[in-house]
């Protein structure tokens, strides 16, 4: 499986951006489809991820700003994120899975800046 992610750039805090990632390969094995990221000096951390069956999870620190979606025909999940904070800040990465809560393929990262 290959994960192909795009959508990061540099963005005004309260500002919005959009990522989206692509699976290719042996997509039939994917059940979950998310997004983690690392921001300097810390370690990677969950921000969101959905099942086939359209179950969403999210971290504390971005409900209510930050929306997953699937496209399960096409296997692409996309990450909208608004009211972005500076602590947004980080290098966001795609991730797949073949159960809930089990990560076993990466996108490359894609770097989100919130910063004015």
């Known amino acids: 499986v290959q994960l192909q992610a795009s959508g990061g750039g540099q963005v005004q805090p309260g500002g919005s951006l959009r990522l989206s990632c692509a699976a290719s390969?042996?997509?039939?094995?994917?059940?979950?489809m998310g997004w983690y990221r690392q921001a300097p000096g810390k370690q990677r951390e969950l921000v969101a991820t959905?099942?086939?069956?359209?179950?969403?999870n999210y971290a504390d620190s971005v409900k209510g700003r930050f929306t997953i979606s699937t496209d399960n025909a096409k296997k692409t999940v996309h990450l909208q994120m608004n009211s972005l904070k500076p602590e947004d800040t980080a290098v966001y990465y795609c991730?797949?899975?073949?159960?809930?809560?089990?990560?076993?393929?990466w996108g490359r990262g894609t770097l989100v800046t919130v910063s004015s």
């Open positions: 991730a797949a899975g073949p159960t809930y809560g089990r990560v076993e393929y």
């Open positions: 390969g042996s997509i039939f094995s994917i059940y979950t």
């Open positions: 959905i099942t086939t069956g359209g179950i969403s």
